[in-house]
């Protein structure tokens, strides 16, 4: 049995992210961290209830994080995911309620727990990770890796010409991961635009299934099917948490990837965010850091048509 915690700042497609997980065979998530970014701390958590009460079963503990980055202010994204983070379309109404403590120490906890067995899939902004290991940097070394949704992968960002909205919002936060020495697999945004994404033949079906949990997916990703649809011109909803995820529980769903060395910047405003991955040995010099071993394991390359197909008969009846 693999032992997760899942760091999120749970908007639509964070929340489909956490039902594969919920409902993976062989992982057993020991812990749900809440973060601000799609929306503020309190919205995250209250939607992360959601989506857990939705699945149901034997659910994990949900913790409070961080409810802003280690040196800026915060930043959201309501303007792709809704004022509420899960399309506007009144489905946050949990009964249960988070656990007392804090998520920082929740994951200390945990990783002295499960010593050189502990994986975290963070689909947030890197803060309370980053956190944890400024608190507790030896204990943080026994985590076995972290699967990543930040960065624009190969290409460029999609929040500012050159960064991804998880690493803009705390860009200090992911350099620190980044340096942890932690095994880091990243899923970029580039990923999840194509075939990756849902298309309107898949939106359809969702919708006509019945399902509860399709239901609960289409409508939370409505703002972000609308933004997707105007800014491309023809129906989608990009699944960049859901990939990692998919990473996470199912390495045959990665076709391509390669060790890179992550740069992150936080130091020039212009670029504040970028994650530049070198490419290791190159000729030409790039300020030395074209001779650091590789810090990450980037995927290039998933398997579309395999991750939609696990992930539909997880949705449908």
């Known amino acids: 049995m693999r032992h997760f915690i899942i760091d999120t700042d749970t908007g639509g497609d964070d929340a489909l992210a956490l039902m594969m997980m919920l409902m993976g065979s062989g992982v ?32 994990p503990p949900v913790y409070k994080g961080a409810s802003r980055p280690l040196l800026r202010e915060p930043l959201t994204t309501v303007h792709a995911h809704g004022s509420d983070g899960m399309g506007d379309c009144g489905l946050v109404h949990p009964h249960i309620a988070p656990r007392e403590g804090h998520a920082v120490d929740v994951i200390c906890q945990l990783a002295k727990r499960f010593p050189g067995e502990l994986e975290i899939l963070m689909i947030g902004p890197a803060t309370n990770v980053a956190l944890a290991l400024m608190k507790e940097p030896e204990t943080m070394q026994g985590v076995k890796h972290i699967y990543s949704m930040g960065t624009g992968g190969y290409s460029l960002g999609m929040e500012t010409a050159v960064a991804e909205f998880n690493v803009l919002v705390d860009a ?104 530049i991955p070198f490419l290791p040995n190159t000729i030409a010099t790039a300020g030395g850091y074209q001779n650091q071993p590789a810090n990450a394991r980037l995927i290039k390359r998933m398997d579309a048509a395999l991750f939609k197909e696990r992930v539909l008969k997880m949705l449908l009846p």
């Open 172 to 275: 200090e936060a992911y350099d620190a991961v980044l340096r942890s020495g932690i095994p880091l697999t990243i899923a970029g945004f580039d990923l999840c635009l194509g075939e990756t994404a849902f298309s309107a033949q898949d939106i359809d079906l969702l919708n006509q299934s019945g399902s509860a949990l399709a239901s609960f997916v289409v409508q939370s990703n409505r703002v972000l099917l609308e933004m997707a649809t105007a800014r491309l011109g023809y129906p989608t909803v990009p699944l960049p948490d859901a990939l990692a995820a998919a990473a996470a529980l199912w390495p045959d769903t990665v076709l391509e990837a390669e060790d890179r060395f992550c740069y992150t910047c936080y130091r020039e405003e212009a670029t504040y965010g970028q994650v």
């Open 28 to 59: 057993q998530v020991e812990a749900v961290t809440t973060v601000f970014g799609n929306v503020d701390l309190e919205q995250a958590t209250q939607n992360a209830l959601a989506t857990l009460e939705l699945v149901g079963g034997e659910l």
